[in-house]
């Protein structure tokens, strides 16, 4: 009776059979279970292999976007960079029939760096590959690279002094090509909403820029009209008529050396103008005009403005103030030795830095 009922079971009702079956697996599983711990912490080893996992991969896709994206930055086209602050330079757009059409490439900046002077900086170093190839056009290239002297805000105006780039860049001098560099030098000066004017100087003289581009001395704003300025403000270097009554802002600055000890010094400040700048000034004062040798400097103010001299700072002095080819380089301690030994001293050029320290002096030549 027994062997029928296995025969059918076995034979007669397969789905016993799996039934049967299953009850053994699942028998063996508890039996597996018990003897490897409780349920709960067969669930805690699961999840913490399964953190330790997704924090791996994790750490590993970090790394990876950092070392591929930190030093690019992107607007119109892919442009590489320092991670950190970033700024927008302007070029020209290419076939385009406007001129004056600019297009912004962001540039990524280091932190640390003067935001004005590094905006130029990248500016002048002309588009990159990406950004020509996604049709930046510019006189700027590798070859003007390193022309921007300086770029300092003062008040409201921001001026800006180049080396002498005009054998670089010579068709900048025509119609098309001066509103195409103004617009490029523009539009990357007012992204900076507190820059409300700006002025273009070559070595410190705003007419040698303007003469370049067949104008006279010219502030531009941002409705992009050209100010004629006042003569006075058409002087060389920074100018002569600073915001600052107290001490001179950061710039070049054009006057005499009232006395001088070894670590600060005293100075008159003065006008100096050159072509037809220094022709309107003489006309202005009832002088020549234009003036012999084609400079004239006005000196109307008494002010006296003490100035600390940073150590290390150099002078380039004329031993000899009637021949420019006795210039040279020296320590200011050994100008200091020097300067009054001579019967006549020479007008000079303070660099001041924005802590209105000096940190260069250079002798002016006068035929």
């Given at each position: 009776m027994s062997?029928?009922t296995?025969i059918?079971?076995?034979?007669?009702?397969?789905?016993?059979?799996?039934l049967?079956?299953?009850?053994?697996?699942?028998a063996?599983?508890?039996?597996?279970a018990?003897?490897?711990?409780d349920?709960?912490?067969?669930a805690e080893t699961?999840t913490?292999t399964?953190?330790?996992?997704?924090s791996?991969?994790?750490t590993s896709t970090?790394?990876?976007?950092t070392?591929?994206t930190?030093?690019?930055?992107?607007?119109s086209s892919s442009?590489t960079?320092?991670?950190?602050?970033?700024?927008?330079?302007?070029y020209?757009?290419?076939?385009?029939?406007?001129?004056?059409e600019?297009?912004?490439?962001?540039r990524?900046?280091?932190?640390?760096?003067?935001i004005?002077?590094s905006?130029f900086e990248q500016?002048v170093a002309g588009?990159?590959?990406?950004?020509?190839s996604?049709?930046?056009?510019s006189?700027?290239?590798?070859?003007?690279a390193g022309?921007?002297?300086?770029a300092v805000l003062?008040g409201?105006l921001?001026?800006v002094?180049?080396?002498d780039?005009?054998p670089l860049?010579?068709?900048a001098?025509t119609?098309c090509?001066s509103?195409?560099?103004l617009?490029?030098?523009?539009?990357?000066?007012?992204q900076?909403t507190?820059v409300?004017?700006?002025?273009y100087?070559?070595?410190g003289?705003?007419s040698?820029?303007a003469?370049?581009?067949?104008r006279?001395?010219f502030?531009?704003?941002?409705?992009?009209a050209q100010?004629?300025l006042?003569?006075?403000e058409?002087?060389a270097?920074a100018?002569c008529t600073?915001s600052?009554t107290?001490?001179l802002?950061?710039?070049?600055w054009?006057g005499?050396?009232?006395d001088?000890?070894?670590?600060?010094l005293?100075f008159d400040?003065?006008?100096?103008?050159t072509?037809?700048?220094?022709a309107?000034?003489?006309?202005?004062?009832g002088?020549?005009?234009?003036?012999?040798?084609e400079?004239?400097i006005?000196?109307?103010?008494?002010r006296i403005r003490i100035h600390?001299?940073d150590?290390?700072?150099?002078v380039?002095?004329?031993?000899n103030p009637?021949?420019?080819a006795s210039?040279?380089?020296v320590?200011?301690?050994?100008w200091?030795?020097?300067?009054?030994?001579?019967g006549?001293?020479?007008?000079v050029w303070l660099?001041?830095?924005d802590?209105?320290?000096?940190i260069?002096?250079?002798?002016q030549?006068?035929?």
């Open positions: 062997t029928e296995v059918n079971v076995r034979i007669g009702k397969p789905w016993a059979a799996w049967l079956i299953g009850f053994l697996i699942g063996a599983f508890a039996i597996a018990c003897g490897d711990g349920d709960d912490g067969a699961s913490s399964s953190q330790s996992t997704t791996d991969t994790s970090t790394e990876l976007t070392s591929t930190e030093p690019t930055t992107t607007s442009t960079g320092p991670a950190g602050p970033t700024v927008e330079v302007y020209g757009v290419a076939d385009s029939p406007d001129c004056g600019v297009e912004p490439f962001e990524g900046i280091a932190d640390e760096v003067d004005y002077l905006a500016l588009p990159t590959p990406e950004e020509a996604a049709g930046a056009a006189f700027f290239s590798n070859a003007t022309v921007v002297k300086s003062d409201d921001l001026r002094d180049f080396t780039l005009r860049i010579p068709n001098s119609s090509g509103e195409a560099l617009a490029q030098l523009n539009s990357t000066a007012f900076f507190e409300q004017r700006t002025r100087l070559i070595d003289n705003c040698e820029f003469n370049w581009l067949q006279d001395c502030d531009a704003d941002r409705s992009g100010l004629d006042p003569v006075n058409r002087a270097g100018g600073p600052s107290d001490t802002p950061e710039g070049r054009f005499f050396v009232v001088a000890e070894e670590e600060q005293s400040l003065a006008c100096w103008f072509g037809a700048a220094a309107a000034a003489a006309t202005e004062d002088e020549e005009s234009p003036p012999p040798n400079y004239y006005r000196n109307v103010s008494d600390f001299v150590s290390g700072t150099r380039e002095w004329l031993p009637g021949d420019p210039a040279e380089t320590s200011y301690e050994t200091l030795e020097g300067r009054t030994t001579r006549f001293e020479p007008g660099t001041v830095e802590d209105s320290h000096v260069r002096i250079e002798e030549y006068v035929p």
